[in-house]
């Protein structure tokens, strides 16, 4: 990290090591989902940074491309029948918070061919609070209306967060 003039430079830190990761993996359906979701601790918040490979690719410029994303309370990308991902959890809500200002309610995915990539600074949250936590990708866009967890959908793809 470079602080100059009063100013964190954060765009070089995603060079370095980040301080948690995720590596993020699709259901059984949407096996061909992987990529990672790395955490970056800075002064002024944390720093999430993410390479998704796989997804669904959109039908159209007017449909599809936007997936959910969040953190999720859970510590495990177990399930069962109806849900592969369903030991996940619900959003981490520490603070009790309607929707969308969960502190794991995180922007969403655009996806361009298979492929999306996402920055963002947030001081929803420190690093040592998400560890051990689920991030899971939702197969639709979150509405950032609906209660409790934004209409976003079916998991598809999940990955814990880890020092």
Do not use: W
Not at 42 to 56: A, C, D, E, F, K
Not at 57 to 69: P, Q
Not at 90 to 110: K, Q
Not at 127 to 134: F, L, M, V
């Amino acid at each position: 990290m470079y602080i100059s003039n009063g100013r964190t430079r954060l765009i070089p830190m995603i060079s370095g090591r980040p301080n948690a990761i995720a590596n993020v993996t699709g259901s059984e359906e949407y096996s061909g989902i992987n990529g990672t979701v790395s955490f970056f601790d800075t002064p002024r918040g944390v720093l999430v940074y993410t390479q998704i490979n796989g997804l669904p690719k959109s039908e159209g410029k007017c449909n599809g491309g936007i997936f959910g994303f969040h953190i999720h309370d859970g510590s495990s990308c177990s399930g069962n029948e109806t849900d592969e991902f369903a030991d996940a959890g619900a959003h981490y809500n520490p603070d009790e918070c309607p929707h969308p200002y969960h502190a794991g309610d995180l922007p969403p995915l655009f996806e361009s061919d298979g492929y999306a990539f996402s920055a963002f600074l947030t001081d929803r949250f420190t690093i040592d609070e998400i560890k051990g936590k689920a991030i899971i990708i939702h197969d639709k866009p979150d509405d950032f209306t609906s209660q409790p967890s934004g209409n976003a959908g079916k998991k598809i793809a999940c990955g814990i967060i880890s020092v």
